[in-house]
């Protein structure tokens, strides 16, 4: 038997083999000798089957196995010519040629393995940032903002126009086509003006109005509000019984006491280097997501030499073709079923794309595996159950869900993304 290996590039393969015939034959013969041993034949005891009757009645399944014996051969020969072991291998084999004649059987067969990336010196990749600063009236506005939410609606003293943030307290009546309809009626009722708790355009129509005037909003009750409600126009007769606004906060050592329980020593001191903390936290994360995160991707991409199994990439246009039929019409997607050319076409416009992606995910992979960044399926989980309560969703149903879909690795990549990207960026400030 011929075998020839050729590495393409630290990811791609390919072996090329001729193989006797006789080889195929001598396999053949083999496993059908190893059959009738064990085989059961109506007329023969067990093990006892003559090999011509075992070949008569299993012969195109013994020729198939004998060819994929030589074929393994091919494989393992292959893989040991370039001292390629296993567990570096990606997908399976792609077998791209099999000319069989009388005398032999002439083979080409792909093979991935996980590319090698010398990722150097990542930090000279890192762009040059500043880390935000926070201004003291920042911090007192946060401070005031957070005792605000706790802080008692008192009545305003001097009559005016209402405005965005403030609460009415209003008495209302709705009716469609003159009639008034279930549900439609409240009265003392506290409506955060700015909070869109209400039906779209209600609390607008508010803006402006004054204690204890009366008025007539109108709007129109969206398409998904309710089998009997929705998309019809209604009138609600308002009128405001009185203006709220939150008590005016102080800041002090007992407000700071307050907003920091369990803490032994709170005062407006400490309560400000936290929130100033937390403050910095959230403008250093922003930084991080808006801007520098894709730049330190796209520059990674760019700069770091990746080579791309052939089929990985094949994988990912699929995915993108797959994804872009799903927004086009049924005789869009019947039109490229019928014209492999356009079809081949638009698979050709998604390439580039498609190698940016699997570039990120192999070098993603290696800083991973060079910064030993781990994301156990616990902290998946756990941010899975976060997210959905955040959502007012049953978490467990939603993890369910994502692992019933097979959503659970791209979530974990992309953590493990996120992870690797903050810490190249934060090795930058310290």
């Not at 083999?17 to 001598?26: G, K």
């Not at 496993?31 to 012969?59: C, D, H, M, W």
């Amino acid at each position: 038997m011929e075998i020839k290996s050729t590495r393409i590039d630290s990811a791609n393969v390919e072996i090329t083999a001729t193989i006797p015939m006789d080889e195929v034959n001598a396999n053949f013969e083999k496993i059908a000798k190893e059959l009738s041993k064990t085989t059961t034949i109506q007329g023969f005891r067990k093990g006892k089957v003559p090999v011509a009757i075992v070949k008569k009645q299993y012969g195109q399944k013994l020729v198939e196995d004998a060819e994929a014996e030589a074929l393994r051969k091919v494989f393992s020969q292959g893989l040991a010519e370039l001292n390629i072991s296993n567990d570096s291998l990606m997908g399976e084999p792609n077998i791209t040629k099999f000319d069989k004649t009388d005398n032999s059987i002439e083979v080409v067969v792909k093979v991935a393995t996980r590319p090698t990336i010398e990722l150097g010196d990542l930090t000279k990749l890192v762009p040059d940032f500043k880390k935000p600063t926070v201004s003291d009236n920042d911090v007192t506005a946060r401070i005031k903002q957070l005792a605000e939410q706790t802080a008692p609606l008192v009545d305003i003293k001097r009559n005016r126009k209402m405005k965005d943030g403030d609460t009415a307290v209003i008495d209302f009546e709705g009716s469609i086509d003159g009639v008034l309809f279930d549900g439609g009626a409240g009265k003392g009722h506290a409506l955060l003006l700015g909070s869109n708790s209400f039906i779209p355009g209600f609390e607008d129509q508010l803006i402006g109005v004054k204690r204890d005037e009366e008025v007539v909003i109108k709007v129109t009750f969206p398409e998904n509000y309710g089998e009997d409600l929705a998309g019809k126009d209604a009138e609600f007769k308002v009128k405001v019984t009185q203006i709220q606004v939150k008590e005016e906060v102080e800041i002090t050592d007992e407000l700071a006491k307050t907003m920091m329980p369990g803490e032994d020593n709170a005062s407006v001191e400490t309560l400000t280097k936290e929130v100033k903390a937390q403050l910095e936290y959230e403008a250093l994360g922003k930084l991080y997501n808006e801007d520098l995160k894709p730049k330190l991707l796209e520059t990674l991409i760019t700069d770091l030499s990746v080579d791309i199994p052939e089929f990985v990439l094949e994988q990912e246009i699929d995915m993108a073709l797959n994804k872009k039929a799903g927004t086009m019409s049924d005789e869009e997607v019947q039109e490229l079923r019928d014209n492999k050319d356009k079809l081949d076409t638009l698979r050709e416009t998604l390439r580039d794309e498609a190698m940016k992606s699997v570039r990120a995910t192999f070098i993603i992979d290696a800083i991973a595996k060079e910064k030993a960044v781990k994301i156990e399926e616990q902290e998946v989980m756990q941010t899975v159950y976060r997210e959905a309560m955040q959502m007012g969703q049953d978490p467990q149903k939603a993890y369910e869900h994502y692992k019933d879909s097979g959503y659970l690795p791209a979530i974990q990549m992309s953590m493990v993304e996120d992870r690797v990207l903050s810490g190249l960026l934060n090795d930058k400030i310290a």
